[in-house]
């Protein structure tokens, strides 16, 4: 039953993500901590993060900003296995605070990234890249920061899911990579992460005949509402 449950949220995760370009990990983590616990969580996330980004990569081939993706990548690779490793040194307590904090810091944060609209360039994306990496090593989802990223610098739709989708993906495998080097990912995470990023990448081409008919404002409303509600469950959880 509880491989179910992660089905069956991942494939929703994975359709909505597939919308709005992120919110995957933001829904899919408070199961996972809530099945698995904070320190296996954020190892299954990662590898179903790669799968969840390279659905959407298949999805939108031919609209991948490769210039816009190397930028952020060559900074945010590295970054990303630096912030793996400092979660690692982390308690589980500290993380499941430090994740639940996070995601609800994030809609402020993000409303203001969308009042300033600024045209990011492409030293930009390598600043932004290096920031939101190490980020992403530590809290498991940083989409809200890297969303606004790429679509001030000029992408949307179907090139914004596939370039952010590229972008990411480099950024998951560098810090499964460290994962494993520093034994958090075992082949029964790796197993785990596979069965709850196979739903999401389901999940990631249902979304695609939806894409064009949502508005902007539903997109960002349902963001806002996904991050508070997957925040205040985790912070629910560590303090319980």
């Known amino acids: 039953m509880g491989f179910l449950f992660v089905l069956i949220v991942g494939l929703l995760a994975g359709t909505i993500s597939g919308i709005v370009g992120t919110g995957s990990s933001i829904m899919l983590m ?11 969580a954020v190892p299954i996330m990662a590898i ?19 210039r816009a993706c190397l930028a952020y990548s060559a900074t945010g690779i ?27 810091t994030m ?18 994306l390598a ?5 939101i990496g190490y980020l992403t090593g530590i809290v498991v989802s940083t989409g809200p920061l890297s969303v606004p990223l790429f679509l001030f610098y000029g992408l949307n739709k ?3 899911l596939a ?11 560098s810090k499964s990579v460290t994962f494993e080097r520093f034994g958090a990912l075992t082949p029964d995470i790796v197993l785990k992460g596979l069965i709850a990023g196979s739903s999401l990448m389901f999940g990631a081409f249902i979304a695609k005949r939806f894409v064009l008919r949502l508005q902007p404002d539903v997109f960002r409303l ?10 205040l469950s985790l912070l629910w959880t560590a303090f319980s």
């Open 163 to 173: 370039t952010e989708a590229a972008s990411s993906l480099g950024l998951y495998l």
């Open 158 to 160: 179907g090139a914004f």
């Open 78 to 104: 590295p970054a990303a296995a630096l912030g793996a490793r400092t979660l690692l040194a982390l308690p589980s307590h500290a993380v499941d605070i430090a994740i639940g904090l996070f995601l609800i």
């Open 107 to 124: 809609v402020p944060v993000r409303h203001w990234l969308a009042r300033h609209q600024l045209k990011a360039r492409l030293w930009h």
């Open 30 to 40: 408070p199961v996972l901590v809530y099945q698995y616990g904070p320190k296996e």
């Open 127 to 131: 600043v932004g890249g290096a920031v």
């Open 48 to 66: 179903a993060a790669v799968l969840a980004n390279l659905s959407r990569i298949l999805a939108w081939w031919r609209e991948v900003d490769w």
């Open 222 to 231: 349902l963001m806002d509402g996904v991050m508070l509600a997957a925040g």
